[in-house]
């Protein structure tokens, strides 16, 4: 892939199975997460033209396998540097050495190149789980996925977004009525779980703006959830407005989006 100025974005993976975010700015090349094999997440930057050896870092939001499986071998391989909060690091098991560790905190911004990484603390059943915005100069991304509940510290972090990468998990008469036992049922859809198709057209109706030109919605459960479903629902909040409408998959990887 060329070098490119302005923001390039592609979901990689998206799902229980595994989630990965690739962005880019100038020479830089960050991974949200790295949730599926180190193998397989360089098969699927491979599919869209993406060198894994342009990878300049790897973020992990928080420790839960389907987000951090390939983590550390990718640092490994590529020598990449691992941004991670210290409570996240050690909750996490299996990573094995990593070379280059970086501590960060929610509420503490920091740079990676000229990317400024702004985390924030959200609402899930991990031990100190991350959102992200990622800003260059007038362009921000927004990142928010494996969350219960938005807050307004949520609502606060991702306003003015010009991409919005979202948790659009679960159709709640699908969940309901599937064959989850009760229990889990109860944790998907509780304050340290994940949103809804409505949750997720709630907020981007809220953050709606002239800037907003991409809603990737993501984390969709393949039992309670369907892409149809979550599209439906959300476009709701759009109107008649020019803001393109995605969803990442569990099995592919998406468009590159370009800001």
């Known amino acids: 892939m060329k070098k490119n100025k302005s923001f390039c974005v592609c979901p990689l993976a998206s799902g229980s199975k595994g989630n990965s975010l690739f962005v880019s700015c100038n020479n ?6 790295a949730g599926l094999s180190g193998v397989e997440i360089e098969r699927r930057l491979s599919h869209v033209n993406i060198n894994p050896e342009s990878l300049t870092a790897i973020i992990v939001t928080h420790e ?6 390939g983590a550390g071998i990718l ?7 691992v941004y991670i909060t210290q409570k996240t690091w050690q909750a996490c098991r299996g990573l094995g050495k990593i070379e280059h560790l970086h501590f960060f905190e929610c509420g503490a911004p920091f740079k990676i190149d000229q990317i400024l990484v702004s985390p924030f603390s959200i609402s899930h059943d991990a031990t100190d789980p991350a959102g992200l915005t990622l800003e260059y100069k007038h362009h921000k991304i927004g990142i928010a996925t494996d969350l219960g509940i938005v807050t307004s510290l949520v609502k606060d972090h991702l306003k003015n977004s010009n991409i919005l990468y979202l948790e659009s ?3 709640p008469e699908m969940l309901i009525n599937g064959s989850y036992p009760w229990h889990l049922k109860q944790r998907i859809k509780g304050r340290t779980g994940h949103l809804s198709n409505m949750d997720a057209r709630t907020l981007v109706s809220e953050l709606k703006t002239d800037c907003l030109k991409h809603v990737i919605l993501a984390h969709l459960s393949e039992e309670n959830n369907c892409p149809q479903k ?24 998406g468009n590159v989006i370009k800001l």
């Open 230 to 253: 979550a599209l439906l629902e959300v476009s709701k909040s759009l109107n008649a407005s020019n803001i393109a409408l995605h969803v990442a998959s569990p099995h592919q990887p």
């Open 169 to 171: 998990n679960h159709d």
């Open 75 to 81: 640092s490994r391989r590529f020598k990449l540097p």
């Open 64 to 69: 839960h396998s389907d987000h951090v499986k």
């Open 28 to 33: 830089s090349s960050i991974l949200i997460d």
